[in-house]
């Protein structure tokens, strides 16, 4: 970025990064830190659900904790983590929309929230569907562990991304 020309890159991310709720988020002393803090709130919320779901899933505490039990649990929590982590995530994005997209931490990290989205939907449609049928049983299904292991490996990459981007 050029400081005397302003951001350079696409019009609409331009037009993003300079529009009047851009410019508050940089120049406002407290509200991007406190963006920043609802986001790190609602990735623990939602990677920490996740993560005790994923642990279950690849067999941890299996038959002693039901899964479906455990889902009905943890699901709110992360769909709240998700609810909070993803409008806080678009308005630190605004702040820097024009560095951002060049920044290859902000690319890997979206690349695998795409990814971790898909993820979660193949497993609904396909172990997740039949969870109650194996709920109890001693080791979850391959498909359940494989979900598990790769959700697993997902979100803390995106986590590690996450934090990277500051310092890309
Ligand atoms: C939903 C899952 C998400 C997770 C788990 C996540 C995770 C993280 C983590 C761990 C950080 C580092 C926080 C820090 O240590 O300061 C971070 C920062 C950031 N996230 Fe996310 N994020 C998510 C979604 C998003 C989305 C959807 C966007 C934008 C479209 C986004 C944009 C950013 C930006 C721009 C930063 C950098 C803030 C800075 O360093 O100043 N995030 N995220």
Redesign the pocket.
């Given at each position: 970025m050029d400081h005397d020309q302003g951001p350079t890159g696409p019009g609409w991310l331009v037009a993003l990064e300079t529009s009047p709720l851009g410019d508050t988020l940089r120049q406002s002393i407290w509200l991007?830190p406190l963006v920043?803090i609802a986001?790190?709130l609602?990735?623990a919320l939602?990677?920490g659900s996740i993560v005790a779901f994923d642990l279950r899933l690849m067999g941890a505490r299996a038959p002693l904790l039901p899964a479906d039990a455990l889902s009905r649990l943890l699901l709110p929590i992360s769909v709240t983590g998700?609810a909070l982590?993803?409008p806080t995530?678009?308005l630190?994005?605004i702040a820097?929309a024009t560095a951002?997209v060049r920044n290859p931490a902000?690319l890997v990290?979206?690349a695998l929230?795409v990814l971790a989205l898909v993820n979660i939907a193949v497993f609904h449609s396909l172990a997740g569907h039949a969870m109650a049928a194996w709920s109890l049983a001693d080791r979850p299904p391959r498909a359940a562990r494989l979900a598990g292991a790769a959700s697993l490996t997902l979100?803390v990459a995106?986590?590690a991304c996450?934090?990277l981007?500051?310092y890309v």
């Open positions: 991007y920043e986001h790190i609602g990735l939602l990677v998700f982590a993803v995530g678009i630190l994005f820097e951002l902000f990290k979206m929230l979100w995106i986590l996450g934090r981007i500051a």
